[in-house]
């Protein structure tokens, strides 16, 4: 029944641009909407704000489906109200994610834009939400009731390694609410969690406290995280003058 809701939403909407990051919901919307035989293009926007690795599974997510990927580059630091960080910083920030897509779409021939919000996704605590209504941005998964676990089910289905792929926030919501947002306190964070990464962690966070770095893990990482933490200090050490391991285990990633 799913997939049939969806299949008429792409027949009703034929033509759209897809604001495509590359993460579990845009790489289901990318595939069913080239499976129904929509005319999709998917857009990447590149900001300081998103991890180089990001980038390299939009890309090849998009090889895969044999789907020609746009990408724009936006400075999100040029905007104050952007790098004084405030509460609904994220709203500003989307805001000139979606304008760029919605200039580059229009040049191309596309009036519709669709994102992957889902119908997990809480509107209440998401300030970029308000920016989909007044851009007139498409969600279809939430349209269609399509939850994050459906999504996951749906997307392994079709072969999709993105499927188990963790949530991902951009590296903006490392730094507090309120501390001004820098290009050296966003490569310290991306060039850590990449570190990190390469040592096989998933699903953590490295954010910026009390002029150092706190690490987040979930609660079956965390023993292996404390197991390995003099190696990890020495190497954070790099970016920031005071690690610390975070002993609330953080809850995991839908």
């Not at 290009?183 to 998933?202: H, M, R």
């Amino acid at each position: 029944m799913t997939d049939m809701k969806l299949n008429e939403f792409f027949t009703e909407h034929n033509k759209i641009a897809l604001a495509f990051s590359g993460g579990a919901d845009s790489s289901y919307l990318l595939y069913a909407a080239k499976e129904s035989g929509a005319d999709v293009q998917p857009y990447y926007v590149k900001s300081q704000f998103q991890p180089e690795f990001e980038h390299e599974d939009a890309r090849r997510l998009a090889a895969e489906l044999g789907v020609m990927l746009r990408e724009i580059s936006v400075d999100v630091l040029q905007l104050d109200e952007v790098t004084a960080n405030p509460s609904n910083r994220c709203y500003y920030c989307k805001k000139c994610i979606m304008g760029a897509i919605r200039k580059a779409a229009s040049a191309d021939g596309y009036d519709t834009i669709i994102d992957g919000t889902n119908a997990s996704d809480d509107g209440g605590d998401r300030p970029g939400m308000k920016v989909l209504t007044e851009e007139n941005i498409l969600s279809p998964l939430r349209i269609c009731g399509i939850t994050k676990a459906e999504l996951r089910r749906l997307s392994h289905e079709a072969g999709l390694f993105t499927w188990d792929k963790p949530a991902y926030a951009c590296l903006a919501t490392r730094v507090p609410t309120g501390e001004k947002i820098t290009a050296e306190k966003l490569a310290a964070v991306e060039q850590s969690e990449s570190y990190l990464f390469s040592l096989g962690f998933t699903d953590f966070r490295v954010r910026l406290r009390d002029g150092g770095a706190l690490l987040q893990f979930t609660e079956k990482q965390q023993p292996r995280a404390q197991a390995e933490f003099e190696a990890i200090n020495a190497e954070l050490s790099k970016y920031f003058p005071v690690i610390k391991l975070d002993q609330k285990a953080r809850v995991e990633s839908k």
